[in-house]
């Protein structure tokens, strides 16, 4: 890096989803949201595809995609990799509450999974107060400690801005528009997969705006050449 702005010296390119066509790539996405804890029907993505964009949408029909574990959250997201094991058992990705246990089994699926490296997503947000949207990794381990912060940003989320992170075995910094926010000093050493993801919680805002919409123009994974 160069100060405060992020620096791709020495990166490679890997991998890249620029969403040109009419479908979701199955090479590289997941159309599910950790399916095992609840079912792939119940935790399908719903999204468009069309003039170089992913949407991503949560609709007015839409129900809560687990609402054993996760009440009314209704989520909408596609992931690189998936793994679980048998039904009953509590071997699962993102174990988000105790006491879960997997109710539908997933064959695994490693469809990007990189260790270490830097990831670029250009998109643009909803200003729901109620939605979050969320680039994010997670593993199959968890070793490392909860670190949350809300940061703040001046820029217009309904806008197109570029966020990402930059991972290192000794820390995880994170930019917009390639300036850096905020960096952990600690650092996952195990494979990520990456997952792309539009939440409505339950709350007070406008139940009429629908669809809540998450548009991603691109993502790109680099690893050190």
């Known amino acids: 890096m160069d100060g405060d702005m992020m620096d791709r010296t020495g990166y490679v390119l890997v991998f890249e989803d620029t969403f040109d066509g009419d479908v979701l790539d199955d090479t590289r996405w997941f159309p599910y949201y950790l399916p095992q804890w609840s079912s792939r029907a119940a935790s399908a993505a719903r ?6 964009f992913l949407r991503l949408v949560i609709e007015a029909d839409q ?24 039904v009953g058992s509590a071997v699962g ?5 105790p006491g879960l246990v997997v109710r539908e089994e997933q064959p695994p699926r490693r469809l990007y999974t990189p260790r270490y490296g ?15 949207v969320a680039l994010w990794l997670i593993g199959y381990d968890k070793a490392i400690r909860d670190d949350f912060e809300a940061v703040p940003v001046p820029v217009d989320v ?29 650092s996952p050493d195990y494979p990520l997969q990456v997952m792309l993801s539009v939440y ?4 007070g805002g406008d139940p009429g705006r629908y669809p809540k919409e998450f548009t991603v123009d691109y993502l790109r994974g680099y690893e050190k050449g």
Do not use: N
């Not at 409505?200 to 709350?203: A, S, T, V, Y």
């Open 47 to 52: 999204y468009r595809m069309g003039d170089g």
């Open 63 to 86: 129900r809560p995609w687990c609402p054993e574990w996760d009440g009314d959250v209704i989520v909408s997201s596609i992931q690189t990799g998936v793994f679980a094991g048998p």
């Open 93 to 97: 990705q993102q174990r988000f509450k």
């Open 118 to 132: 830097l990831f670029e997503l250009r998109a643009r947000a909803i200003d729901d107060p109620d939605c979050m």
């Open 158 to 186: 309904r806008e197109f801005h570029v966020y990402a992170a930059e991972w290192t075995p000794d820390r995880v910094a994170f930019f917009v528009d390639g300036r850096l926010v905020r960096t952990v000093d600690q």
């Open 200 to 203: 409505r919680f339950p709350g």
